[in-house]
């Protein structure tokens, strides 16, 4: 069984296409690839932690239809666009639904890593002292989710070594990932200080 993550995926929310700049033509369409990319990667028997935002769709069985074509089991944390909770029979086939959660998760090499989870972006997260790893959601690929790089910055300049990750869908390609992935991908902000430095070399070779 592998863990993945992801978080604001907001099946059913035509909005969020135009908040995102998404690459979907409609909601349908954005629904459609989300399942089809989703179920490329996991598989039944995989754990699927969704950080909140999960599905907009509240009437009838809408939500129910979608969950039922995602692979693996789904424990959601939730966030503050999940109407389609108040739906029992959706509610019930969710793996579990938290407001919160502190778990370990086990890297391909056998490395155990605890992980803080929340919809939220949280600064000073529990275990942040102690190599403790937090993810999140909810400010998607916004001014928001770049003052939060700039706070992670301004902490780790004052001696602290924060670990966070935004696991929001339209950063990870649409798609769930591993802590693995996450773990292996270029830090947010040394490509923002790396785009810098090279902004910076190129004024002063216009100066010269």
């Not at 009838?60 to 239809?65: D, F, H, K, R």
């Not at 403790?132 to 992670?152: C, K, R, V």
């Amino acid at each position: 069984m592998r863990t993945f993550f992801t978080s604001d995926l907001h099946f059913g929310h035509e909005n969020v296409l135009k908040f995102d700049n998404r690459p979907f033509a409609s909601v349908d369409e954005m629904d459609e690839e989300l399942i089809r990319r989703w179920n490329n990667k996991v598989e039944k028997g995989d754990l699927v932690y969704v950080l909140g935002d999960f599905i907009w769709k509240a009437a009838n069985n809408e939500a129910v239809n979608i969950i039922k074509r995602l692979n693996g089991q789904i424990i959601l944390i939730k966030g503050n666009h999940d109407r389609f909770i108040k739906n029992a029979g959706a509610k019930k086939m969710l793996a579990g639904l938290k407001d919160y959660d502190d778990i370990c998760v086990a890297l391909s090499d056998g490395t155990v890593r605890r992980c803080i989870l929340s919809h939220y972006f949280m600064p000073f997260y529990n275990g942040h002292r102690n190599n403790a790893i937090h993810l999140h959601g909810h400010s998607h690929n916004t001014e928001e989710h770049y003052l939060e790089l700039g706070i992670i910055q301004a902490i780790r300049n004052n001696g602290y070594e924060p670990q966070i990750y935004n696991v929001g869908c339209m950063l990870w390609n649409y798609e769930p990932v591993t802590l693995d992935e996450i773990l292996s991908s270029k830090d947010e902000i040394q490509l923002m200080e790396e785009a810098q430095a090279q902004a910076a070399d190129a004024a002063e070779e216009q100066q010269e």
